[in-house]
Antibody, heavy 119, light 106 residues
């Protein structure tokens, strides 16, 4: 059974940093692209970052480019999201998701972790 | 950026009623994916590559479309289908989602 378990969320002040983690199990982690998707309170879904199987390629939307960094440790079956220079508009539930290369969808999602950016 | 516009924003359907949700893309995409999100839970991939049902999805659901116009249809609404449905394109970066259709049971 595929499981994705996020951790590391919490309350952080604007301008500060936070690092999220996602522990994966139930599949061969190193064979899959991985991603982060977020959802602001009572809002829709927003793709945040994608990383290739080896970690050599990463992709971001303009809204987080230069502030967020996605990374992975295949030996630990773990995915990470380093978030710097946080803004109030980054407040959201962050989901770790397994994804694909090519026709990109997000086929498994974690339970999500809440990040609140507020002074 | 490809903008996805879903309609309606909200709707209510009676048990047994046929339901159609639509998603329009600002530019042509190769495929559309759909997610179901029940209240307080994570999204689930529901329909992928326009018309393929994800594992465990009842066959009363179907998907269709091409180019800039896609739809999700429920043949016969059931109470468990009440949820928000999002469309998503993975054809080009940045990947984008529609704003969702909230489907309620009447």
């Amino acid at each position: 059974e595929v499981q994705l378990v996020e951790s590391g969320g919490g309350l952080v002040q604007p301008g500060r940093s936070l690092k999220l983690s996602c522990a994966a199990s139930g599949f061969t982690f190193s064979n899959y692209y991985m991603a982060w998707v977020r959802q602001a309170p009572k809002k829709g879904l927003e793709w945040v970052a994608t990383i290739s199987t080896s970690g050599s390629r990463t992709y971001y939307p303009d809204s987080v480019k230069g502030r967020f960094t996605i990374s992975r440790d295949n030996a630990k079956s773990s995915l990470y999201l380093q978030m710097n220079s946080l803004k109030s508009e980054d407040t959201a539930t962050y989901y770790c998701a397994r994804t694909t290369e090519g026709i990109v969808d997000f086929d498994y999602w974690g339970q999500g972790v809440m990040v609140t950016v507020s002074s | 950026e490809i903008v996805l516009t879903q309609s309606p924003t909200t709707m209510a359907a009676s048990p047994g009623e046929k339901v159609t949700l639509t998603c329009r893309a600002s530019s042509s995409v190769s495929y559309m994916h759909w997610y179901q999100q029940r209240s307080g839970t994570s999204p689930k991939l529901w329909i992928y590559e326009t018309s393929k049902l994800a594992s465990g999805v009842p066959n009363r659901f179907s998907g269709s479309g091409s180019g800039t116009s896609y739809s999700l249809t429920i043949n016969s609404m059931e109470t468990e289908d009440a949820a928000t449905y999002y469309c998503q394109q993975g054809s080009s970066y940045p990947f984008t989602f529609g704003s969702g259709t909230k489907l309620e049971i009447k």
